[in-house]
């Protein structure tokens, strides 16, 4: 099964998304801080990352941006109260693959989610076939 990291400062909202997540068969890993999940994912692996744009020290924003740099293939969902056209722009050009007014519907997010995940898994399925 996929494996999702979440990326939010607070509790109850890290616990629901969990919950809901691992309810569809993920594995998930939580983290309160893009600092600590940054750390893990310099050595683990995730197909995607679902964080809060709004966190202490790092962002959501900043993190996303650093897995760009960084080569990692992994989509971006980023979930926000802050829903300006500017911090949607900086989203869009940090490649962020949706974003989330919150509060939101669970599956509205469960289909983002799947829908993340196919689009990074069609890359990974031609350079498979091309290797073979």
Do not use: N, Q, Y
């Given at each position: 099964m996929p494996h999702i990291l979440?990326?939010?400062?607070?509790?109850?909202?890290?616990?629901?998304?969990?919950?809901g997540l691992t309810d569809d068969g993920f594995t998930i890993d939580t983290f309160r801080s893009a600092e600590d999940a940054w750390v893990w994912l310099?050595?683990?692996?995730?197909?995607?990352?679902?964080?809060?744009?709004r966190l202490p020290?790092?962002?959501?924003?900043?993190l996303a941006r650093k897995l760009r740099r960084g080569r990692h293939a992994q989509?971006?969902?980023?979930?926000?109260?802050?829903?300006?056209?500017?911090?949607?722009?900086d989203l869009a050009g940090a490649g962020v693959a949706d974003c989330f007014p919150k509060p939101f519907p669970m599956d509205v997010l469960r289909r983002s989610?799947?829908?993340?995940?196919?689009?990074?898994?069609?890359?990974?399925?031609?350079?498979?076939?091309k290797a073979a």
């Open positions: 979440i990326v939010e400062d607070e509790p109850a909202t890290s616990w629901a998304l969990a919950e310099k050595t683990g692996h995730s197909d995607l990352v679902i964080s809060d744009l020290g790092m962002s959501g924003l900043d989509p971006v969902i980023i979930l926000t109260a802050d829903g300006t056209a500017d911090a949607m722009r989610v799947r829908r993340a995940l196919a689009m990074a898994a069609a890359p990974r399925a031609t350079r498979d076939r």
